[in-house]
């Protein structure tokens, strides 16, 4: 596995893809209210952004996070979590930025 640079990222017409990034993480992912993500997502936009990595949706600390039951069941996911994070990608999606979703960053695993 070789570095990346800028020109590893080539957009579908062939000019070099450039990222700006940022985080949202924890339970920003969780408690923001559904009005506030689309404006969020908007004002994320227009400050540049193209690129937000989700991040800290797993992890126990985070109360909500995207288990149904964090505590003793890291397997089943919560239905109004995965709604709100769905809701970030469309709104972000829907302002042309890109996401980045870590699929493990502080899962504890559970026996269920």
């Known amino acids: 596995m070789g570095r990346y640079s800028a020109s590893s990222f080539?957009?579908?017409d062939g000019t070099p893809a450039r990222f700006w990034?940022?985080?949202l993480q924890a339970a920003t992912l969780f408690r923001t209210s559904d009005d506030n993500i689309k404006k969020h997502s908007r004002r994320i936009a227009q400050l540049g952004f193209n690129l937000v990595r989700i991040h800290?949706?797993?992890s126990k600390?985070?109360?909500p996070n995207i288990f149904k039951n964090p505590d003793d069941n890291t397997?089943?996911?919560s239905p109004q979590a995965q709604r709100k994070l769905d809701l970030w990608i469309k709104s972000l999606k829907e302002q042309g930025v890109y996401l980045w979703l870590d699929l493990?960053?502080?899962r504890t695993f559970t026996k269920k």
Request: aromatic share 6%; charged share 20%.
């Open 21 to 23: 990034g940022a985080n």
């Open 56 to 58: 800290r949706h797993d």
């Open 104 to 106: 493990h960053v502080g």
């Open 75 to 77: 397997i089943e996911l």
């Open 10 to 12: 080539i957009s579908a």
């Open 61 to 63: 600390w985070v109360k």
